[in-house]
């Protein structure tokens, strides 16, 4: 759609697939610990621009804290996290960090992605069109008018052009969850970060939810997509990543996490889904 926002056009040159060039985010080692329970133990992730990375995983292996971490809603122990463009934030394993230096790193992060989550989290009290001008308008301090042009030409392209007056009570479950997809793409993020985005949903509801985001896949948005839905990895994810015990296990191409998992977790987590 020529009208949309789109941070990975077609015009930015496209470097060596796999070169550091073209790593729009890396996490390295990141370890986080909650008390005695150690939730992610030494965790690399390369989201390359433009590509789709599924997190898949037995429920508590850390998923969430790992896209919480990288957009800066959790502060890992230890650990470097660095977004193209931005400062390299390494999370050294010291109290004398001081919570100055600790909020200017979570809002380095902030600022760069965008996470849906698995409740759509909209204000009741809010028009459709209000909730998604909220963050570009009041927070990020555009223009009302040029938030105002940009959620509408997003409310289309994702078929509720009609809903802008709407409330969100007033929606279905699957509208709601694409407001609040709407929502994430007007703060016009580098990467998406999806939190089980269909999971609060009733089963009739996920199709329509999961073809928005493969849609915005297919236009080239750089995303990290945790989900239990496996077709959908099958079917959007370049890299598919297996978690366990705040690790990750494996990762590969579908074809390969899929076809042929290598490492016995895997095939247990897979052989119970499939
Ligand atoms: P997943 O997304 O794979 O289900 P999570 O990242 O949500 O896993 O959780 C991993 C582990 O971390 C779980 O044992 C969970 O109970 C724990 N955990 C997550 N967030 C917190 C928190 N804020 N305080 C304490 N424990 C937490």
Known sequence: PASSPDPTPADVPSPTPGSPADALLTARGLRKSFGDNEVLRGIDLT???????????????GKTTVLRALN?????DSGTIVVAGGPDIDFAPTD?????????QRLALRDRSAMVFQHHNLFPHLTVLENVIEGPWRVQRRPKAEAIADARALLARVGLADKEDAHPHQLSGGQQQRVG??????????LLLFDEPTSALD?????????????LADEGWSMVVVTHELSFAREA????????????????????????????????????LL
């Open 181 to 190: 997809i709407v929502r994430a793409l007007a703060l016009r993020p580098d």
């Open 96 to 104: 004398a960090v001081a919570p100055r230096v600790r909020a200017r």
């Open 203 to 215: 089963p009739e509801l996920v199709g329509e939810v999961l073809l928005v985001i493969k849609e």
């Open 72 to 76: 800066g809603l959790e502060t890992p």
């Open 47 to 61: 989201l390359h621009r433009g590509e789709v990375v599924v997190l898949i995983g037995p429920s508590g292996s």
């Open 237 to 272: 994810a370049d890299r598919v990543l297996f978690m366990d015990a705040g690790a990750v296990v494996e990762s590969g191409t579908p074809a390969e996490i899929f076809g042929a998992p290598q490492h016995e977790r895997t095939q247990r987590f897979l052989a119970r």
